[in-house]
């Protein structure tokens, strides 16, 4: 997929800046998609184009990556944010359950980093951290045990800060599927944990929008957003409105199953690091999909 480059706008895109005319769903963009851009220009962008909420991205080689989250850094996002207008909805990290010894404790460290940051954001309603959980597959029957015991470890995180860690099921990982889910979530028994729910990954495991999110509906308190579309082995993921996913059923079953949270564009790397990428024109075309599904 090619993006527009030089962040034109749209065809058809809505009045940016404008609030549509159903905009109840809190629609974010997450700067996980916006690595190249300085923190206050994503900002900025993503306030004028008409979202009302970001997610930071905690992760290596981004603005904001936990090894650079001095006091004195944490201090300018926090200002920088506040001048936005846009409150943080999520901050994204990469955290796996399944790594070795050594890597588990640089991953409880990061968790550590990335709480104590969102506590500092919103002291009265912290936004959520959330992660995938790592592993292949194929290590779910090995390794689920020991996912389940270090996921009570960030859950302890989490409620030593007052934050909700979400997690979230991924096409590639140990745990792929809604009852996978279930199960680390019954077996960690935390009070701190909630899901972060992105349909790609189940359309990509050929399960269908409301049989994932029927069963998991109770415990989401995240809704990434984006396409997906599977080719034999291949797995692509696409801009919202690129696939087949149908948008106002979408919201529609969200509505349905009680959810208001934040809904939240995320881009993937398999498009973000392509040369021809516009981090601009993407949210841009992202939110035209989007709203033009709840004007439905």
């Known amino acids: 997929m090619t993006v527009a480059a030089g962040g034109a706008t749209v065809a058809g895109l809505p009045r940016l800046g404008a609030k549509t005319a159903r905009n109840d769903f809190n629609l974010g963009f997450s700067l996980y998609g916006m690595k190249t851009l300085p923190l206050e220009r994503a900002l900025a962008e993503c306030a004028r184009i008409g979202y009302r909420n970001i997610e930071l991205a905690l992760i290596a080689g981004f603005p904001t990556e936990p090894a650079n989250l001095t006091k004195e850094t944490r201090t300018t996002v926090r200002r920088q944010v506040a001048a936005?207008?846009?409150?943080?909805?999520?901050?994204?990290?990469?955290?796996?359950?399944?790594?070795?010894?050594?890597?588990?404790?640089?991953?409880?460290?990061?968790?550590?980093?990335a709480a104590l940051f969102a506590a500092e954001i919103d002291?009265?309603?912290?936004?959520?951290?959330?992660?995938?959980?790592?592993?292949?597959?194929?290590d779910w029957e090995e390794k689920k045990?020991?996912?389940?015991?270090?996921?009570?470890?960030?859950?302890?995180?989490?409620?030593?800060?007052?934050?909700?860690?979400?997690?979230?099921?991924?096409?590639?990982?140990?745990?792929?599927?809604?009852?996978?889910?279930?199960w680390m979530l019954q077996e960690a028994?935390?009070?701190?944990?909630a899901v972060a729910?992105?349909?790609?990954?189940?359309?990509?495991a050929g399960?269908?929008?409301?049989?994932?999110l029927r069963p998991l509906a109770s415990q989401i308190k995240?809704?990434?957003?984006?396409?997906?579309?599977?080719?034999?082995?291949?797995?692509?993921?696409?801009?919202?409105?690129?696939?087949t996913t149908d948008y106002a059923a979408y919201f529609q079953l969200l509505e349905?199953?009680?959810?208001?949270?934040?809904?939240?564009?995320?881009?993937?790397?398999?498009?973000?690091?392509?040369?021809?990428?516009?981090?601009?024109?993407?949210?841009?075309?992202a939110y035209a999909a989007l709203t033009r599904a709840l004007e439905k």
């Not at 729910?197 to 990509?204: E, I, K, M, T, W």
């Not at 995240?222 to 696939?243: E, S, T, W």
């Open 222 to 243: 995240f809704v990434h957003i984006k396409d997906a579309r599977r080719d034999g082995n291949d797995v692509r993921f696409l801009l919202p409105g690129d696939g």
């Open 123 to 138: 002291p009265v309603k912290p936004p959520i951290v959330q992660t995938v959980m790592g592993g292949a597959p194929q």
């Open 207 to 212: 399960i269908s929008l409301e049989d994932s």
């Open 84 to 113: 936005s207008g846009l409150p943080v909805s999520s901050l994204l990290i990469n955290l796996s359950l399944a790594a070795d010894e050594k890597a588990h404790a640089t991953h409880l460290e990061n968790l550590r980093i």
């Open 197 to 204: 729910y992105d349909y790609s990954h189940y359309a990509l």
């Open 145 to 182: 045990v020991l996912m389940a015991a270090r996921l009570r470890e960030w859950n302890a995180i989490g409620r030593s800060h007052g934050v909700t860690v979400g997690v979230k099921a991924h096409v590639q990982s140990a745990v792929n599927t809604p009852d996978k889910l279930l």
């Open 256 to 285: 349905k199953y009680g959810y208001r949270g934040p809904v939240v564009v995320e881009v993937s790397s398999q498009i973000f690091s392509r040369p021809d990428y516009d981090p601009i024109a993407a949210a841009e075309k």
């Open 189 to 193: 028994g935390g009070s701190n944990l």
